[in-house]
Structure formats: C-alpha cells, structure tokens
C-alpha cells in the first residue's frame, strides 16, 4: 500500500532535532518527578491507559511527550510490552479499600460516613495565583468500610455481585485476540485501557436517552489497596505493594422478568490512580454494554459491544489517523487517474445559454 521513501533521513534528524528544541524550551528543565508529584491526575490517566501502573515511568513519558497524553500513553505501552511476566497476582479485594476518598450519591447518610478527599467538586474554577504556599491539612488513617451497595444487597434489593468461583480466567487483550461476543471481564480490561475522553461520550449518550439508562453514583472511593502475588512455592499469596485505584459502582434501575423480580443492576468502573472521571464513564459504559443480558433493547451506540471496544483503543485511533500523514502518492493517482478517465467518458452536461436581458 506504501512506497518506501529515500533520501529523507537528514530531514527526520533535523525533525528530531527541531522536536527536542521546542520541548525544552527557555526556562528550567521540567523533571518527571514534578510531574509526578504535581500532576497526579495526568500521570494516572498516562497509567491506566497504557495499563502500566508506575507512577515514575508515566511522568517520563508525559516529560518526554511533551505534555501529549496519547502520545505518552504509546510510550509507556511500548515499554510495557519488554516486560518480564513473574506471575499472576490474585483478584484485588476493594471491599478491604482504605478510602481516601469516598461519596455516595444515594444515600447521605452512609457507614463510615462521606469522605470528600482530595477534589475539585467544590471549588469555583477559577485561576488561582501562583505560588499561594503550602496549605496544612490534618487526615486521620482511614478505614476499611463496607461498599453502600451492601446496603442494598441486604434487601434483596440489588443484582448480587459475582462471586462464582468457577469462572474461567479471563483472557488477556495484550495477548490473545480479540473475539466477539466478549465476556464482562474482558469487556473491562477493553473500557480500563480505553481512552477517558470516548468513554466520557459515550457514558454521557446514555444519559441523554442513547442508551436506556441513567443510573445513580452508587458510590466512588478512591484509596490504596494491596496487590498480592500467588507464589506456588509458599502456597498463599504474599503482598507486593500498595497501588492507588478509583473504583465507582453505578446503580441502575431494572424492570425484572418473569423470573427475576424488579431490582437495581450494577455498572462497574476501576482505574489506576485518581480517576473518578475514567471509573464513573466505565461504570456508564458498562452498564449500557449489559443490555441484551438484562433483556433490555440494545438500539444505541454505547449497547453496541463491538463499536465500543474497537473504537475505544486510544493508541489504535490515533495511529490509524496519523498514518494518514504518511505517503500515499500511489494511492492517491491511482484514484486521481480513475477519477480522471471516468469525468473524460462522462457526458458533459450542456452550457447554460445566456438569457436576454431587457
């Protein structure tokens, strides 16, 4: 489809060049451990979607893509890819999740209470001087609480939560292909990977009546959580560290079956870092993908399994839209040509005759 090109190579270096000119720029040089510190929402973002969760490895990639998050995303995917695989680490328990963070749009009050964190829900959205100083907060350790969905589930009154432990492992998207009809686990991995910004439109179609579904914020929590690795060896699984995730339950409504009674169903959501735009667009998208297994219609985009998760892939729709910068002259006079002889064998249509003007 390509032709290959000769002769360019000075001017790609001297691109290369110009490219690292312009990213350094005039002032101090930005380290990735100020990005890291500074910018934690972008370097989680940078994390989930290039399903890579080290916070310093992002803030490079962000520093050395010039602030370009899909291009960072590319970065840390690439690296991703020359990774060892030691194991495989068990399920993370969120229900163990210390929260940070924690809100619930269903209930007020709640177990534990509502821990508003770290946000920007409340504030004015205006430019703030810089350099307003250091600002001390006092924060007591948290506690591991119960999900409000529990509330719920006492009653009877929510879809219960899958538990089966007879499930089949999930496959792996960075490994395996991709084969539809999906399971939920898979669709997941597709939705953790998938670009915040598509999945932010495809969650708010559906709560504009494209979808079937406008839920409620069951809860959001954001906190760390262990990672435990399964080591054969020992015969139990050993802690290996600590991450941070932004997990989001959605509550939506279900009119029941003949077999099942009226209740609410769940759409899930679990990002790396602080996320809770990612987790609650997940949980949207999530739960609009469940239709046909709810018996509901599935007439809109955000219930079309296959439009979501092939469309989702940042890294797949940008490549595929930069390459249109790459040449393409045989394709283009192939079909200059063939647009040629078609006009030439054409009838033309008449001139229009001037009128007589009076």
Do not use: W
């Amino acid at each position: 489809m390509y032709v290959a090109v000769k002769g360019g190579e000075q001017a790609i270096a001297n691109a290369h060049a110009l490219l690292a000119q312009r990213g350094r720029g005039t002032g101090p040089r930005l380290g990735a451990d100020q990005v890291r510190d500074q910018l934690g929402v972008l370097v989680s973002r940078v994390m989930s979607e290039g399903s890579l969760y080290d916070e310093d490895l992002a803030a490079r990639a962000v520093v050395q893509a010039q602030g370009d998050v899909l291009e960072a995303v590319t970065l840390v995917r690439t690296y991703r890819t020359t990774l060892p695989r030691f194991g495989t680490t068990a399920a993370v328990d969120t229900a163990r999740l210390p929260s940070e963070r924690r809100v619930s749009a269903t209930f007020k009050d709640i177990p534990g209470g509502q821990q508003l964190g770290a946000t920007f829900d409340y504030t004015h959205r205006l430019l703030a001087e810089p350099d307003q100083g250091h600002v001390d907060a006092d924060f007591d350790e948290a506690e591991p609480m119960a999900r409000v969905t529990d509330l719920l589930g006492a009653s009877a009154l929510i879809e219960p939560a899958s538990s089966d432990e007879s499930d089949p492992d999930p496959a792996d998207l960075t490994r395996d292909p991709t084969v539809f009809p999906m399971s939920r686990a898979e669709r997941m991995q597709a939705l953790a990977r998938g670009d915040e910004g598509f999945l932010l439109s495809m969650g708010y179609s559906t709560l504009r009546g494209y979808g079937g579904s406008h839920p409620f914020v069951g809860e959001v929590r954001v906190g760390q959580v262990e990672v435990e690795l399964d080591v054969p060896e020992l015969g139990f699984a050993v802690c290996i560290g600590r991450i941070e995730v932004t997990e989001c339950q959605m509550v939506a409504q279900f009119v029941g079956s003949s077999s099942v009674p009226p209740m609410f169903t769940r759409g899930y959501g679990l990002a790396f870092g602080r996320s809770e735009r990612k987790a609650m667009s997940m949980s949207l998208v999530d739960r609009a993908l469940r239709a046909e297994e709810l018996g509901e219609r599935a007439v809109a985009p955000a219930n079309d399994e296959e439009f979501v998760v092939e469309h989702a892939d940042n890294v797949q729709a940008s490549g595929f839209v930069e390459h249109l910068k790459l040449p393409h002259y045989v394709d283009f006079q192939a079909e200059l040509a063939l647009l040629r002889t078609m006009h030439d064998e054409s009838p033309q249509p008449e001139s229009p005759q001037p009128q007589e003007t009076r």
